[in-house]
Nanobody, 118 residues
């Protein structure tokens, strides 16, 4: 399975951005992680196979929303009320488990940069 993330860019504080990740094959749990310069990779959100269950990291709860469209083999991350601390490279990931640990995911996209600036 190959994952291709896109949609990153430069956005102002308080703005919104939607990330997308297209999968080449069948996936189960899909998740988003992010990594800021000099920091460890951080769990952002995950969604189960049916799309009926979602989990978010504490730092993005209430601001980000994950969804999936299996007809298009795509997972989305809608980000709102963006803050400077959201600046990072965002990665999509796929796996068979149900975890917020990066090591639980077998497939990774190449990452897309989100920069939040005033």
């Amino acid at each position: 399975v190959q994952l291709q993330a896109y949609g990153g860019g430069l956005v102002q504080i308080g703005g919104s951005l939607r990330l997308s990740c297209a999968a080449s094959g069948r996936t189960f749990t899909l998740g988003w992680f992010r990594q800021a310069p000099g920091k460890e990779r951080e769990f952002v959100a995950r969604i189960n196979k049916s799309g009926g269950l979602t989990v978010y990291g504490d730092s993005v709860k209430g601001r980000f929303a994950i969804s999936r469209d299996d007809a298009k083999n795509t997972v989305f991350l809608q980000m709102t009320n963006l803050k400077p601390e959201d600046t990072a490279v965002y990665y999509c990931a796929g796996g068979r488990g149900w975890s917020d640990k990066a090591r639980s995911y077998d497939y990774w996209g190449q990452g897309t940069l989100v920069t939040v600036s005033s």
